[in-house]
């Protein structure tokens, strides 16, 4: 790893040189010094420093005299102009050529990129372009990794198929929720979005919501006013809930308008803390799910699950392996593979004390860093032996570290 990164700085020092290369060949060499006359001192009178001042900063006070041109520096060129820039987005009509710097090396923020990544990013493009041209869609093109069953053979559209759906969110009151929230009411044609949210600190589920709703993330779905159009609101449905609880928390008449019109769940809610608890987050993640799968098996009309999992469910695995779309075996102490259903039953017939003892051992052999990706592995497994005999679709999405927004509806 250090070995790596000690060559991409180089890589990078010397990509920059390359860039400035015009500025450093225009300074021309100091000339040779000449003989010292006898008697003279040994050494040179001071001359004025090259700093910033000599460089047309803040004039230096004692007024020393120009150096000769041999001495000055042409100016440095500013951080921007050193570095590669990336070529400008299309704008119609534009007559400006592109700038001539390659593409390949400098990815659409303008950042540099290792010659590594442009090799693999080459191999990919390849392999996707020779998937197409036999035929495939551009959804399974660009995953040349994923095994042949699993891969699509018709076009795909994620906002079509949300088209006059329902869709039941757990976590819409967190971070990744309330923007998949958002993204729905803004982008798709969705009928009605059932939002399961506890009451916290004394705020009802409902004024929950709409003080999310006042959030500048909800912007683009605003009115004239400044306020969310009741049509748009009316597409909300907040029910009270907890999906800790027997039937995720939900009223009798929740429940049956749930189970009867839910065409699309995604799972959002979890517990993301570290420092939590092995029987907290068994809690909140593994039985939690379990919760919400019993919720999915009992609606008549779902067509999809979408579970949120995280990239570090195989945080287990070595460095530098590329590590596929796939599940990947977590070993327990006695090298049998992870029965989740098992170890789920183990931690919660354990004291909590027994239950931390036996989750450090695990995590010492396998790899896993803590708790909270051991219950996120547990948890995908759960999901995705379900959706063995399920009939409906599973997705498992797998965020790394989620950070601000990069684009829409405004990025920060
Ligand atoms: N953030 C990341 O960088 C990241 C990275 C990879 C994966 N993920 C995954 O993405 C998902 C969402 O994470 P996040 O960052 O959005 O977390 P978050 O901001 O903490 O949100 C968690 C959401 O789950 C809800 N929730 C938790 N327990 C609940 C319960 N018993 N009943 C009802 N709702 C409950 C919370 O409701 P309250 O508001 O009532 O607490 C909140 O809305 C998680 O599955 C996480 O594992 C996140």
New binding site residues.
Partial sequence: MLATMGGWKRWKRRARDQASAPVARARPLAPPRAPRAPGAPHRAPRRPSRSRFARGGRPSAAAAPPLPPSATRAPAPDRARRRPQPPPRSIANTTTPPPTTPAASVDELGNLLPPSVVRRQAKAEAAAAAALAAGENALTASSPGLPAALKETTPVSIRAAYDGASVFL????????SVVMEQLLRLTKVERVFC???A?RGAPPDS?IDKLLQRPLFHALRGAGGTIPAATRSRIVVMA????APR??LSDGDWKTVTSQTTHIIH?????SFADPVHALLS??YE?TQGVLALAAACTELRTFVH?????VNGHMPRGLVVHETTQDLAMPDGAPLDHAALAARFRAASAADAEAEAATILTTCGLPNA?CLT?HMTERLVLDTAETAPWGVAVV?????GALAKAPFPG
């Fill in positions: 757990t976590g819409a009151s967190g971070y990744i929720g399961v949210v506890r916290k929950r809930g907890d999906i800790q995720v928390g959002c809610a979890a517990s993301i909140q993640n939690a949120v999992s995280t990239a570090y909270y996120k797998r965020p790394s570290i989620v």
